[in-house]
């Protein structure tokens, strides 16, 4: 008799032990970058004030090339996890985002000019930008409109850099990993058209998320961990994503927001409805063709407008 109210102790020691293991969350994403990947060199920018709040990257100019080897081919499951953040923002976002990625140790400064101009809006934002002799690249000024879209490329430079890397290394399997994430949201039945946006399925790894007023962009927001994965019982779907006001980017056109898009078929990325061509091979001598010509910043920067203390992020 003690021996089986033994073994019934153990057994029902065991199963207590099963359901609290299943009630834990998922384990953290692996951070970036991924293993065997080149760290990042931490240097004083050049001619730019401190940075509050951001990791410090190489001085520019960012279209040299950076100082180390190819990095390694990424996997498609190191590759479906790196895109899920970004995975359903809608195309021309996400084409300012790939491309800006390539310029990733401008990102940090540039997060910061934005937050310390955060008051600034539209065609006063746009003056201010050839004003003040910005000089990043047109891509990462794209994203100047969008404050927290920098704020979490900024926050993570480890992750900013491997996908900057890849998108120069392997663009056909960047883009093949979003079209996978973007399958596994519509599968659960999150990503679906709404007021703001069409989700069109022109046929295998061709789903696109296209704005119903292309000069008007709205940023989504949701969870990794809930949009790609089955919807819990009872969970109302709708609530998965939510969206930041809309900002109006017809101002930002000598930016590349005169036409970006995504050819997904042909793995290709348009910014001004041309071609965007860097690689990793000649990204320290591309110089993207705008349809309205970038004028380039020559000398310092150029404080024109007040600069003001962190208040609140958009």
Known sequence: MLRNA????????GSLAVVTLAQQPPPPPPAYPPPGYPQQQQQQQQGYPQQQGYPQQPGYPAQGSPPYGQPPMLAPQQLDQMVQRIALYPDPLLAQVLTASTFWNQIPDAATWI????????????????????????SVMAL???????????RDPGWTQALGDAVLAQRPDVMDAVQRMRQVAMNYGYLQSNGDYRVMVGGPGDIEILPINSGLIYVPYYDPLVVFAA????????????????????????????????????????????????????????????????????????????????????
């Open 6 to 13: 033994f073994l019934a102790i153990i057994a029902a020691a």
């Open 115 to 138: 937050d310390q101009h955060n008051y600034l809006r539209g065609d006063e934002l746009s003056r201010a930008i050839y004003e003040d002799n910005l000089s990043f690249d047109p």
């Open 144 to 154: 100047l409109p969008f404050p927290s879209v920098l704020d979490m490329m900024a």
């Open 231 to 314: 919807p819990r019982r009872g969970f109302y779907i709708g609530s998965a994503i939510s969206f930041g006001p809309g900002i109006f980017v017809g101002a930002f056109a000598p930016f590349g927001w005169a036409g970006p898009t995504l050819a997904w078929r042909t793995h290709e990325i348009f910014i001004d409805h041309r071609p965007w061509g860097r690689t990793w091979a000649n990204r320290g001598t591309y110089v993207h063709s705008y349809a309205v010509p970038v004028r380039r910043a020559t000398g310092p920067r150029v404080e024109r407008h007040e600069s003001r203390e962190y208040r609140e992020r958009r």
